[in-house]
């Protein structure tokens, strides 16, 4: 054992001189590629004036026609597997062909996919998911809760997004309907929402420090929804959270909202922040939003 170790050979003994040129060699490639990236090669760094000032490119419309028909296509083969095999549950697991229900069990892939079936123009796929939406009554067992989050980006956004695209009245009349389900989720002394609540007993559940995203992506669903029904309450549960956000105080955080808050006071809890996840959705909900400092009242005031 000690003697095999020993036959190990060390750095100094490594026969340096012997392999003296492709030191040089090695030393002399690396100063060359270092030259290389330094002067030569394009830079990867892509700002905001080239993305932009790129100017799409003229293929004619029949390679745009194609592409478009072969992304139909993918829709239409994962969609018809859903339709066969887990239709009206949420999710296909496509290695079993057999559905399963992790989002409250309402069918979120067909409500999920409602606009992207109007934007591509398969009506005969939204008149039967339409026939399901139409039957949806949101319940769930007492002792199950839906997830406010999921819930509101997956259902309540796929109605609406759906009917700013068709203006059908059933999918409104669902989404309104969901909403007020959901809405004992606010029952808090700061008017952020819980983690979760049961759409038949209203009880909710959760804990009381609340993550950012789950806090305020609910913004363009509740204004929006408050727009089309006008139903002012709709919009107060977004108002209510975004003025909450915007009189916190973010003196530890150099003015940058934390991840995590304290749902009941709606004070951040610490100083922990991201742009990714946990946070992210949130972002993009509210900064559309604090253009003006309380667009929804002037939305609602369009609409109505
Ligand atoms: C929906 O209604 C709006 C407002 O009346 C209208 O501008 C839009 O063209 C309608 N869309 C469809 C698909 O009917
Ligand atoms: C709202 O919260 C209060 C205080 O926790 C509770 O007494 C009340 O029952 C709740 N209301 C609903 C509708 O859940
Ligand atoms: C959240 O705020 C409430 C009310 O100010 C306080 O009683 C509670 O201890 C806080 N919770 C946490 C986890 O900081």
Known sequence: ??????????????????HRPLFYFLGLSFILVGLYYHFIAPTSVVTRD????????????????????????AFEHAYHGYEQYAMPHDELKPLLDKPIDNFNGWGVTLVDSLDTMLLM??????????????????????????PFFE??????????SAYALSNNTVLLHRADDLALKLDTVFNTTSGFPFFAVNTVTGFTRGPQLGILAEIASLQMEY??????TGKMQHARR???????????????????????????????YDSHMSVGAQADSAHEC???????????????????
């Open 286 to 304: 509210k900064f559309p939003q604090s253009e003006s400092k309380f667009p929804q009242s002037e939305m609602i005031r369009d609409g109505s």
């Open 238 to 268: 977004a108002g209510k959270i975004i003025k909450a956000l915007s009189e916190a105080n973010l003196d530890r955080t150099g003015g940058m909202f934390p991840v995590r808050w304290n749902i009941s006071s709606s004070e951040p």
């Open 121 to 146: 123009g398969l009506d005969d796929e939204f008149t039967r998911a339409l026939a399901v939406v139409d039957k949806a009554d949101f319940a769930l067992p007492k002792n199950q809760f839906a």
């Open 223 to 228: 204004t929006y929804l408050a727009k089309a």
């Open 50 to 73: 080239e993305v932009f000032d790129t100017p799409t490119p003229q293929l004619p419309d029949r390679i745009w026609d194609e592409r478009a028909a072969q992304v139909r296509q």
């Open 151 to 160: 819930t509101v980006i997956r259902y309540l956004g796929g109605l609406l």
């Open 1 to 18: 054992m000690l003697e095999s170790w020993t036959r190990i050979p060390t750095i100094s003994s490594l026969s340096y001189p012997r």
